[in-house]
Nanobody, 127 residues
């Protein structure tokens, strides 16, 4: 069992930055691909980013490419999402998730490839 806890969300003005963290339990963190998803009000949850178990491969949705960056620290069992140049349309609840099967080198993977999910953290970007 892997437990995920996101933090770092908040209210920021357009053009600002936030850094989300996702702390995990369990000794097998380094074997999981980690993903970030978000769900805006009234919309379906969508893929944002994924990072391979080693951190060497990342993949981003077109909507965040060049602005968001994911990294991980396998000693601290934590994955990060650095969000720069934030836009009002980035407003959403952000979730981290863990997968044994997702492969960022082949693009995004569907939600059902991720077995474990955090409870989410709210990000609000004001215009």
């Amino acid at each position: 069992q892997v437990q995920l806890v996101e933090s770092g969300g908040g209210l920021v003005q357009a053009g600002g930055s936030l850094r989300l963290s996702c702390a995990t339990s369990g000794r097998t963190f380094s074997t999981y691909t980690m993903g970030w998803f978000r769900q805006a009000p009234g919309k379906e949850r969508e893929f944002v980013a994924a990072i391979s178990w080693s951190g060497g491969i990342t993949y981003y949705a077109d909507s965040v490419k060049g602005r968001f960056s994911s990294s991980r620290d396998n000693v601290k069992n934590t994955v990060y999402l650095q969000m720069n140049s934030l836009k009002p349309e980035d407003t959403a609840i952000y979730y981290c998730a863990a997968s044994r099967y997702a492969s960022p080198g082949h693009g995004s993977s569907p939600e059902n490839a991720y077995a474990y999910w955090g409870q989410g953290t709210q990000v609000t970007v004001s215009s």
